[in-house]
């Protein structure tokens, strides 16, 4: 499955991502709780490449500590 059509999915769920240009910094990536605003996790990447592979990690993250999101949970378990 293609990042876009993972990000397209979760409009059900209860998480989002904003992904901020910092110029020649790289690029913020953000995992936020849509209800909550609240952040859950945020990092940074240089190349526009490496954010499909860092939201992924995060889910993986937030999947592993306890969070509830079916989109978190199919990052990790793929083939069930």
């Known amino acids: 499955m293609k990042l876009r059509e993972l990000l397209e999915k979760k409009n059900a769920e209860y998480l989002d991502t904003n992904v901020t240009n910092m110029g020649k910094h790289g ?6 709780d ?11 990447v240089k190349t526009k490449k490496d954010i499909g592979p860092a939201i992924k990690d995060m ?4 999947d ?14 793929r083939n069930k």
């Open 27 to 32: 690029y913020g990536i953000q995992l936020i």
């Open 34 to 44: 849509k209800k909550t605003k609240k952040v859950w996790d945020e990092t940074k």
């Open 59 to 62: 889910m993986r993250n937030h």
């Open 64 to 77: 592993k500590l306890g969070g509830t999101s079916k989109m978190a949970d199919k990052s990790r378990h």
